[in-house]
């Protein structure tokens, strides 16, 4: 394997070196020289568009079999006035002329494998952002052209195997990054397409073989496995129990086939379309249930008793794990997003095709030796719309159009114009079966999800998000500043921060105490009162006022006291192990003892309840009924007044006495209150699996 | 020391049995012979009484200097009406002859070592029992004569230091959990015996040397403990420990580490100053640990942590007992005094009370009995601590004892009657008692010698018998819970999940009626409910809910034929093993930390929200609030409550549950998007743990 991938990197240098040199001397010169030695060279050149514009233009025209005053006269035809506008015409005219001639270039089976193909796309990158004459002069011919995020943003998604609207942004940062730059070259770009059309053929040939035979349907697709004789295996974890075998992954399910002696075992499988509120989400293992290992994912549903739990074992990092939790995802979030919005026949295939699409992305970027760490859930759409703020519209505005274009497709059918290239319609024509698609048809100036000379709803959808989406990182930054480790210091933390709210405790608690009496019949009167006048909604109102108050006079003078917003914490001294194991260790028998406590409480009210002892149930009896009365009879105003009175009078010198006795009085009811007895009984059918 | 307690104990067991095989033959028969033969005849015999109370009588007159005659014409001159009664009359008039005669006696330094009190204060007992000529058939003089509780607890409180009518129930069943609850002699012999030998340990430690430079004259020393001949007490505070030697006294209690040749300085720690103290026990252990339950801790608002006593001991923690009992009742005497303003004569017949308490708890550790020994129940402090209604029984006493003191004040004229209490007791043992005014033969109130009155119960006496009944209930209740007490953290667990099911499946169908599971239930729950709220019916509602549950209780106990029912059936979880007990405190504490950090966030980000720390947010946040205060303060209450729920429950119905998920998606981008406060953390220098 090493050895093969070293022998097609070479092949793939030596081809691009050889192609790159060779596109730089003759593409456009070349062309331009063609052009102008043809006898029908008026016919063929626009004036208002840049000589490389008109390159492309010439080609896209060779493509689609029609000359270019064709091109031109179908684009005033079809097009809406906005579109024609002359400031905004060799862009829209160059848009429509590109979008046509890829609809019809991605029709073709192993069109990826064309290299002038692919050639051709990345000029029409170039060209986009220098349509018109009057911008010729920007481009340096001397230069190896490159191209900016905005053109990559237009072009690309228009075929659907190379980017997707929701995630090109992303795709853009990453294939840049290669090259340290915030252009791409085209050489990055060749090797992603080329990765690209090597992930679509060891999809092709895994989801038409004899994998997953017995239990697989033929229009599941065999995106991803793992763990086979060549590679590392996938552990599987189930209670204490694990086993090593390989894990395929379809569009529709997760499959896992523990290894047994020269073969493998029945494939389980864990659906991932059905209805069956499945968690999945990164796990930790390790020896006898230890979480020591951050390498693994558990996958969790109403159908299983209990998580299962795959691992991923590597020396370093959890790559593997972060790869897989993410395409396990993907399929998970877009079945979820067909069943929401309900989508159906050719709407689903093509939300599928769309998730299955973003994966071979990622298999394509793992083949391109990126160095920087890849976050896998940036380049899958339905991974990235759960993350997004806002995503949810992303997703809902996706509904919409996939709904329209249905619409859109069955009410025109005539021949002729842009076809409408949607993610199942390129799955179609890279050889898959797919089931359920109905005849294709086109609609108006859209290709795909792009639309010539506007920016479509889910684009906009997705810039909002955007938006939004640098406040919530900043955010996060803070907060991941602020954690800290151990439990002693949290709870530091945590006093501190409650340190106001206790203080105010406190001070209530003296007052209900009667410390210094003055201050506390003072505060009795006062709340009286205002109980008496009903005036307690006032009162809580102003106080919220007061807090809202205090937040926007803070922001005013906020500039000079931004030192007050900081926490100060005193940190606890560090404990040796000794201590610790004894704070562990008297901490649980205090819980212990706590959970005690609590069962006497809850067994002496089910005491209470079933009359084990009748006085006592008797005197609660009367003591419930005549609460029910005074509910149903006094006031409520009055019946407030009078338990803040008897609360807050409790321990006032006048009845400090009798308060005792009283609380005395309870306490010795209480304890004369037997508890229920309980019976443990041993479960004979549980056997642990145990090692 | 052991050999010399044998020779006391042989001594004892001889002087015993020729005592009792002479006062068997002599006592009652030859008084009797004597009286029958003396010129005064006449005028000693009360024809009412029976031969042996006659006898008793006649002791009684000799040690009071009269007559019985003339004691029976006092008694007809000062007794009401209604003791006077001629049924009554056999035993009142006894009474009042044993009362006078003992507190007569009691004024004698060191009357416990005669025997002849010990006797006589046994034969009262005896005769109190068999006063009357018509009972006399009764008595059988060929057996050894016993006493019952009943004649035990009206005779030997008469003198203080031998029981208190608090205790005195569980003294005589301390005496007599050898025997078929009757009191011997012998027991009873051996007891005062003992009692007499605690007042001389307590008299020599008071006067030694110990603790001369802390403690005042008037101070006491009850206990010591820790000394070169016994075990050590170690002293525990915070991880330091010493051995050392404990005293106390009746106001504090004293430690001094042991160094070499001698002890260290003295620490002081309080009994008697409202200092908010604790006592309770304590385990201890190396490093920390909680291994053994043979300490005591002690804790108030004036040490910075808790001091911790242990008394080590081979085998259980009777050593440990002992001491948590004896400095426990010291502390509530206390705060009796200081809750009840005792002062002046009163207070130092409080205090005495518990000297005398602990006293008895000496005498008695010396009887070698084989029943393992519940101190607290013969401590009067310690046992009103505990019995129901034992703030009662301390209230009666404050109130008896102001009484007496205005009795006391209001009379003064010296009489030849009754002498009365406590403190009068540890007066004439010979101890210095401070504070006490000088000591003169005080007038006595009608017929009242100490706590006991002639003929009737005293308030006191009443407290304690309701107290009784009461606590036997609470002890039968306790039994149930201590039988419901299980170890390990999953097994109560268990059990709580089980007791808390009912309340869980009404919570999960509630949830399910929220999440409209069932769209036409919820929809008839919700009209219902908003009537409900609308019509201001919901304190209705919640009536009839507690009327049910009390109609429930009563119909439960009319059929309470169902025993069954009550039985809490638990399944056990499985046992577990020590590498998965350890992994779950593990994976337990990881939880718990997590839990944590994460409320720090959400404080940190209402602290970022309320500072202004992110503008924006905070003005949403402000405006949201000032929303809800003007509908708080403007709508009325019925409206606003209608508008919650309906907004509440149908958050998950079928027409708004989208636009529900969407809008709790936004307040979640907008939570996240909301900085937290930053964190400084500050290490202490001045923090250097002491380590030993």
């Not at chain 2, 009042?96 to 046994?122: E, I, N, P, Q």
């Not at chain 2, 050894?144 to 003198?159: G, H, K, N, W, Y």
């Not at chain 2, 708080?632 to 989208?658: D, I, N």
Request: proline fraction near 5%; glycine fraction near 4%.
């Amino acid at each position: 394997m090493s050895s093969r991938t070293m022998d097609v990197l070479e092949g793939l240098v030596k081809d691009s070196s050889l192609k790159w040199l060779l596109g730089k001397q003759s593409s456009f010169d070349e062309e331009i020289e063609e052009i102008e030695n043809s006898p029908s060279a008026g016919a063929n050149w626009i004036p208002e568009l840049s000589p490389v514009a008109n390159v492309v233009i010439r080609r896209c025209s060779k493509i689609l079999g029609v000359a270019v005053s064709e091109l031109q006269d179908s684009f005033k035809q079809e097009a809406s006035e906005s579109v024609k506008q002359p400031s905004m015409f060799p862009r829209n005219f160059l848009e429509y002329c590109c979008f046509r001639a890829l609809a019809l270039s991605v029709g073709v089976t192993g069109h990826l494998s064309d290299k002038s193909f692919r050639r051709l796309t990345f000029d029409m990158m170039v060209a986009w952002e220098v349509p018109s004459a009057a911008s010729q002069t920007l481009l340096s011919v001397d230069e190896d052209p490159t191209v900016g995020l905005e053109a990559f943003s237009r072009i690309a998604p228009a075929v659907p195997i190379i980017a997707d609207v929701i995630i090109c942004e992303n795709l853009f940062g990453i294939l840049t990054s290669v090259s340290n730059s915030v252009r791409l070259q085209f050489y990055v770009y060749d090797k992603y397409l080329y990765g690209l059309e090597r992930a679509i053929k060891k999809m092709k040939s895994q989801s038409e073989s004899s994998l997953l035979s017995g239990v697989r349907s033929k229009g599941e697709k065999i995106l991803e496995l793992d763990g086979t004789v060549t590679t590392q295996p996938v552990l599987e974890h189930i209670g204490i129990s694990t086993w090593p075998g390989r894990l395929i992954l379809t569009d529709h399910s997760l499959y896992f086939e523990a290894i047994k002696v020269v073969s493998f075992d029945t494939p389980k499988r864990y659906s991932l379309s059905d209805d069956l509120k499945q968690v999945i989400k990164p796990e930790l293992t390790g020896p006898w249930g230890t979480r020591l290992f951050d390498k693994a994912v558990s996958y969790k549903s109403i159908s299983l008793p209990e998580p299962v739990v795959m691992e991923f074992p590597e020396l370093k990092g959890h790559t593997r794990r972060d790869y897989w939790l993410a395409i396990i995802l993907e399929v998970l979030y877009v079945h979820r997003y067909i069943k929401k919005f309900k989508i159906n026949s050719v709407a689903k295939d093509e939300a599928i095709s769309k998730a299955v699409l973003g994966i071979l992305r990622v298999q394509a970027i793992q083949e391109v030796g990126l160095t920087n760490p890849v976050r896998y859930e940036n380049l899958l759409p339905f991974n990235l719309c759960d993350q997004l703020p806002g995503g949810d519209r992303i997703l809902e505005t996706l509904a919409e159009m996939s709904s329209s274009r249905v619409l859109d497709r069955t009410a025109k059918a005539k021949e002729g114009t842009l076809h409408s290239i949607s993610a199942s319609d390129m799955v179609s024509q890279l050889g898959l079966v797919f089931g359920a698609t109905s005849p294709k048809s086109r609609s108006s100036l859209v290709v795909g999800e792009v639309m010539v000379g506007d920016v479509n709803p889910l684009e906009k959808a997705v810039k909002q998000s955007r938006k939004n989406y640098e406040k919530v990182v900043l955010a996060q930054e803070t907060v991941n500043g602020v954690k800290v480790d151990g439990i002693d210091t949290n709870v530091a933390v945590m006093k501190e921060l409650l340190l106001p709210a206790t203080e105010i405790g406190n001070w209530l608690l003296s007052l209900v105490y009667w410390e210094d009496p003055l201050k506390s019949f003072v505060f009795c009167l006062l709340s009286t009162f205002i109980i008496y006048r009903g005036w307690i909604g006032y009162v809580f109102a102003i106080a919220t006022l007061f807090i809202a108050g205090f937040m926007v006079l803070t922001r005013y003078f906020s500039n000079r006291e931004k030192v007050m917003i900081e926490l100060k914490v005193m940190a606890p001294p560090p404990m040796n192990t000794m201590e610790q194991l004894l704070a562990v260790q008297n901490a649980i028998s205090q819980l212990e003892q706590l959970i005690q406590d609590a069962n006497i409480v809850l067994l002496k009210f089910r005491a209470l309840l079933l009359s084990l002892f009748p006085q006592a149930s008797e005197k609660f009896a009367v003591a419930i009924v005549i609460a029910a009365t005074m509910m149903a009879l006094v006031p409520w105003n009055n019946l407030i007044l009078v338990v803040f009175l008897e609360l807050f009078t409790r321990y006032s010198p006048p009845r400090r006495a009798s308060t005792e006795r009283l609380m005395r009085r309870l306490k010795e009811w209480w304890f004369s209150i037997p508890a229920a007895p309980v019976l443990l009984e041993q479960s004979k059918d549980d056997n642990k699996k145990t090692k | 020391m052991s050999s010399k307690t044998r020779n006391m104990l042989e001594g004892l067991v001889r002087d015993t049995s020729f005592k009792w095989l002479l006062g068997k033959q002599s006592s009652f028969d030859e008084e009797i012979e004597e009286m029958g033969r003396s010129p005064s005849a006449g005028t000693n015999w009360i024809p009412e009484l029976s031969p042996i109370a006659n006898v008793v009588v006649r002791r009684c007159s000799k040690i009071l200097g009269v007559s019985a005659n003339e004691l029976r014409d006092s008694f007809k001159q000062e007794a009401f009406e209604s003791l006077k009664q001629p049924s009554l009359f056999p035993r009142n008039f006894l009474e009042y002859c044993c009362f006078r005669a003992l507190s007569l006696s009691v004024g004698v330094t060191g009357h416990l070592a005669d025997k002849k009190f010990r006797r006589l204060t046994f034969d009262m007992m005896v005769v109190w029992e068999v006063p009357a000529v018509a009972s006399q058939a009764l008595l059988s003089v060929e057996e050894d004569a016993t006493v019952s509780l009943e004649a035990f607890s009206r005779i030997a409180p008469a003198v203080p230091i031998i029981a208190d009518v608090i205790i005195c129930d569980n003294l005589f069943q301390m005496l007599t959990s050898s025997t078929g609850g009757r009191l011997q002699f012998s027991v009873y012999d051996k007891y005062l015996h003992g009692l007499e030998r605690a007042i001389k340990k307590m008299r020599t430690q008071s006067e030694s040397s110990l603790l001369s430079g802390v403690r005042s004259k008037r101070e006491k020393i009850l206990e010591i403990d820790g000394t070169v001949t016994t075990q050590p007490v170690l002293e525990h505070v915070g991880i330091s420990t010493w051995p050392g030697r404990l005293i106390l006294t009746d106001h504090s209690l004293y430690f001094e580490a042991l160094k070499v040749v001698s002890y260290d300085t003295p620490k002081r720690y309080h009994l008697s100053e409202d200092l908010k103290q604790i006592i309770k026990p304590e385990l201890t252990g190396p490093w920390g640990t909680r291994l053994f339950d043979k300490a005591v801790s002690y804790q108030s608002i004036s040490l910075s942590e808790p001091v911790v006593m242990e008394f080590p001991e081979l085998k259980g923690h009777t050593r440990r007992d002992y001491w948590l009992t004896i400095i426990q009742e010291v502390l509530y005497v206390h705060r009796y005094i200081n809750k009840y303003k005792i002062t002046g004569l009163a207070r130092d017949e409080a205090l005495s009370k518990a000297v005398l308490g602990v006293m008895r708890v000496q005498a008695l550790q010396e009887l070698n009995l084989t029943n393992a020994m519940r101190y607290e129940n013969l401590l009067p402090f310690n046992l009103c601590d505990q019995l129901p209604g034992g703030d009662l029984i301390l209230e009666t006493l404050a109130e008896m004892s102001t009484s007496r003191e205005l009795h006391r004040s209001n009379k003064s004229k010296d009489t030849g009657t009754l002498h009365s209490s406590a403190s009068d007791m540890v007066s004439q043992l010979g101890s210095v008692f401070g504070g006490s005014s000088p000591r003169s033969r005080r007038e006595t109130s009608s017929l009242v010698v100490g706590e006991v009155v002639v003929g009737d119960v005293n308030p006191l006496e009443r407290a304690v018998k309701e107290s009784r009944k009461k606590y036997e209930k609470v002890v039968l209740a306790q039994e149930t819970i201590n039988g419901v007490k299980m170890g390990g953290i999953d097994t109560n667990l268990a059990v709580m999940k089980e007791l808390m099911l009912p309340i869980m499946e009404t919570w999960n169908l509630i949830l399910s009626v929220v999440y409209w599971d069932d769209p036409t239930k919820s929809s008839v729950f919700c009209l219902l409910t908003t009537f409900i709220i609308w019509r201001g019916w919901l304190v209705y509602v919640f009536a009839l809910a507690s009327l049910f549950s009390a109609i429930f209780m009563v119909l439960t106990r009319c059929f309470s034929r169902e025993k069954l029912m009550i039985e809490l059936k638990v399944t056990a979880p499985p046992p577990m093993n020590t590498m998965e007990q350890l992994l779950a405190v593990q994976n337990g504490i990881s939880e718990l930390e997590q839990n944590i950090q994460d409320a720090n966030i959400v404080l940190l980000k209402f602290r970022a929200l309320l500072f202004s720390l992110f503008p924006q947010a905070s003005q949403k946040f402000a405006i949201a609030i000032v929303v809800a205060a003007t509908m708080m303060a403007f709508v009325p209450g019925r409206y606003l409550l209608s508008v919650v729920f309906v907004e509440l429950f149908t958050r998950y119905s079928p027409p708004r549950r989208a636009s529900t998920e969407r809008l709790i998606r936004r307040l979640r981008e907008w939570w996240f998007s909301i900085p937290a406060a930053p964190v400084v953390l500050l290490h202490d220098k001045n923090n250097k743990k002491k380590k030993n």
